[in-house]
């Protein structure tokens, strides 16, 4: 859900300049952990993939309710790392949101 105001786009999760870019996957600690089960990553991967601190990652990845949040800074670069190594993430539609691989297996 983005608002437009003044040229900038107002987004759900922070603020981006580009009124047509993709909005930021808010991760919580299910999403991160299943993102990180398709690519067969340990923590320590993610850590070196997006420079969050291992210890931030277990801590957060440890927690169980889904309202939990990483820093704007840490999410996005934890949902960048992701996405380069060919994650898509599938926004909340009223089913929840979702990840898949970006492009089919067969052309994986």
Known sequence: ????????????FGFHEDPDSMTVTRLNPHLCRAAR??????QQHLSDA?????PTITAFEAKRDDAAKMSTMNNKAAVEAFEAAGL????????????????RKGQR
């Open 50 to 54: 997006s420079g969050i601190p291992r």
């Open 37 to 42: 089960a398709f690519l067969d990553w340990q």
């Open 88 to 103: 898509e993430f599938i926004p909340e539609n009223g089913g929840g949101a979702g990840i898949r691989f970006r492009e």
């Open 1 to 12: 859900m983005r608002y437009c105001f003044s040229g900038l786009a107002i987004l759900k």
